[in-house]
């Protein structure tokens, strides 16, 4: 039988993951339709309200059953406002790994949301999962994602060239492919020794590369 993630929350001093929900629709839409996230990911643009109901009701859903990953809205605690969405993906149950990535909401960048959500995500899969390694991918030239990477203990393994497809706008205001290379990160159990539980950063994207 295929193993499967809990429909968990996790909660920091500020933070609350947990299920997406469909009163997240407005938002999540609103979110994914801004420049970082159409440069750095391969999520639809324009993307539609129809779009973010359909991966909150059926692509998340059968995601977690189907024991490949797991997506988390990123809340602020005090106002529960969605400020991102964290996603584990490739999940291998044998190996006791996942893939993490997240996306940041463009007025909550520069608060420190992306390295205390994925922080708080890995303490829960290596404490209660009983996880053995994460791993993120971050295009080479997305400097701010591999600020979050490091800032949570994440050790570079290495580059894969050419692996990643960015996106850049035209004159005419069209997205174009652009390839680029991939960093690979890790976090194992013991690199959390020591990491803090607050940080101060400019947030960041991980590429999402199987949305929808």
């Not at 995601?63 to 490739?90: I, P, S, Y």
């Not at 997240?102 to 205390?116: L, Q």
């Amino acid at each position: 039988m295929t193993s499967t993630f809990p429909d968990i929350s996790i909660s920091t001093e500020r933070l609350v993951l947990r299920a997406l929900e469909e009163d997240d629709v407005p938002a999540l839409a609103e979110m994914m339709n801004d420049e970082q996230v159409a440069a750095w990911t391969d999520v639809p643009q324009p993307y539609t309200e129809d779009a973010a109901r359909g991966w909150i009701t059926e692509y998340a859903p059968t995601e977690r059953t189907a024991g490949r990953g797991l997506d988390l809205a990123v809340t602020e605690f005090l106002t529960q406002r969605l400020v991102g969405v964290l996603q584990l993906g490739k999940t291998n149950w044998h190996v006791r790994s996942t893939e993490l990535s997240y996306i940041i909401a463009p007025w909550a960048r520069g608060e420190g949301y992306a390295s205390e959500a994925a922080l708080a995500t890995a303490q829960w899969l290596f404490r209660d999962q009983k996880f053995e390694r994460i791993e993120l991918r971050t295009a080479a030239d997305n400097t701010a994602s591999q600020q979050v990477a490091q800032k949570i203990g994440c050790i570079s393994e290495g580059v894969l060239r050419n692996a990643c497809i960015a996106h850049t706008r035209t004159e005419d205001g069209r997205w174009v492919d652009l390839r680029t290379d991939f960093i690979v990160w890790s976090l194992l159990p013991e690199d959390l020794d020591g990491v803090g539980e607050q940080f101060a950063d400019t947030g960041g994207f991980t590429s999402f590369s199987d949305w929808n």
